[in-house]
């Protein structure tokens, strides 16, 4: 006996998945802490307009906190200047990268030392640091933004 009809057709190989797209580069945000000083108030706003004002490389979005290093320090209670504190600042703020200025008083109290810092919270250290001694506020007032820049390059 013989059947009439089409021939059984030819099994298919399954269409392969389309390749999974690459996962997004993650996005490096930047925290801009205000400097904060209140012995000398004219170079903690100058500083603070030159770190707001800052572009750093590869940093994807900046957000410019509204408190001051210290305040932010005393509201996660850890008030050192190490690694293990800027960690935790850093993650609190959900930020891969810190950048924040300390100014103190020089022993003769008419001097200050301003220090820059741009620290790298993934890899928990100071990616640059610059700091200089002024030998008055007018002086730090007008080299901060060179101070800022040095720190960021």
């Known amino acids: 006996m013989m059947a009439c009809g089409a021939a059984r057709p030819a099994p298919t ?3 392969p998945a389309p390749a999974p797209a690459p996962a997004p580069a993650p996005k490096i945000q930047l925290a801009v802490i205000p400097a904060d000083s209140d012995v000398f108030p004219r ?3 100058a500083v603070t307009v030159s770190l707001t004002a800052a572009r750093i490389r590869g940093v994807d979005a900046t957000a410019v906190s ?3 290093l ?10 050192d200047p ?5 960690l935790a600042i850093g993650r609190s703020m959900a930020a891969n ?3 924040f200025a300390r100014i103190d008083p020089a022993r003769n109290r008419k001097q200050l030392r301003v220090s820059v810092t ?3 919270v993934d890899a928990r250290t100071a990616t640059r640091t610059a700091e200089k001694l002024f030998a008055s506020e007018a002086q730090a007032v007008d080299g901060a933004a060179a101070l800022v820049a040095e720190a960021t390059r």
């Open 13 to 15: 190989a399954p269409t």
């Open 43 to 45: 170079a903690a706003r």
């Open 66 to 68: 509204k408190v001051s």
């Open 70 to 79: 210290e305040v932010v320090q005393l509201s996660i209670e850890c008030v």
């Open 82 to 86: 190490s690694d293990a504190c800027y």
């Open 97 to 99: 990268r810190l950048l």
């Open 118 to 120: 741009l620290y790298d």
